[in-house]
């Protein structure tokens, strides 16, 4: 079936630095791809959507500048978190959607966050 | 916009018990309705979707959903549950032709041994 490959599951990191985080799928392309962040005992919130090729698509609340996603192919989107601070500790989750009508979302693993 | 909406949090069921989880979506278009599960340390998965056709959908492990359109409403449901079935559930909807998917807030499901 379908794999997306998240990597790094997990990390910590200092206050004022920064981490990506990249999301692959293995044996399909995707043109597009999604960030989710999960606090605990929340349901994941969607934060962006990624094109291949374009800008991506934020939702509202969601600074575009302190969540960078690059979308260059059609197998790889990354998040990078700049600038991080303790509020952003959480667990991201990215998915993607095989290229085809009504295809349905194929999870990575997450990542965790640790901003200390 | 749409919401999704889970009655329930937590639930505790004992083995062989029947497990109904309710969800409720908000949306005034045609929808897709999803149920993912994701099981301690691992990644969501599918569990059934509901696009078009017979409302009442069957899954992996037994469970199936039922849409309701006059009622919004997509409800999990499985017979008898297993210790195995532990897990959180999470509904989700996106509008057909949309590929954003919106969740519940899911409910932990912890099937006593």
């Known amino acids: 079936g379908a794999v997306v490959s998240q990597h790094p599951s997990w990390v910590i990191c200092k206050s004022g630095t920064s981490v990506k985080i990249e999301c692959r799928s293995l044996?399909?392309?995707?043109?597009?791809m999604f960030w989710y962040r999960q606090f605990p005992k929340q349901s994941l919130m969607l934060m962006a959507t990624?094109?291949?090729?374009?800008?991506?698509?934020?939702e509202q609340g969601v600074e575009k500048d302190k969540f960078l996603i690059n979308h260059a192919s059609l197998t790889l989107s990354t998040l990078t978190v700049t600038s991080a601070h303790p509020e952003d500790s959480s667990f991201y989750i990215c998915?993607?959607?095989?290229?085809?009508?009504?295809?349905?979302?194929?999870f990575g693993n997450g990542t965790r966050l640790t901003v200390t | 916009a749409q919401s999704v909406s889970q009655h329930n949090h937590h639930v505790i069921l004992s083995e062989a018990a029947s497990l109904e989880l309710g969800c409720n979506y908000s949306y005034g278009g045609t929808v897709n309705l999803f149920w993912y599960v994701q099981y301690p340390g691992q990644h969501l998965q599918l569990l059934l979707k509901y696009f078009s056709g017979d409302p009442l959908v069957k899954g992996i492990k037994g469970f199936e959903a039922e849409f309701i359109k006059s009622k919004f409403s997509f409800n999990l449901r499985k017979p008898s549950v297993q210790w195995s079935d532990t897990a959180e559930y999470f509904c989700a909807v996106n509008a057909v032709g949309g590929n954003k998917l919106v969740f519940g807030a899911g409910t932990i499901l912890r099937v006593k041994s």
């Open positions: 044996d399909f392309q995707a043109t597009t």
């Open positions: 990624s094109n291949e090729g374009s800008k991506a698509t934020y």
């Open positions: 998915s993607a959607q095989p290229t085809g009508a009504e295809s349905p979302l194929h």
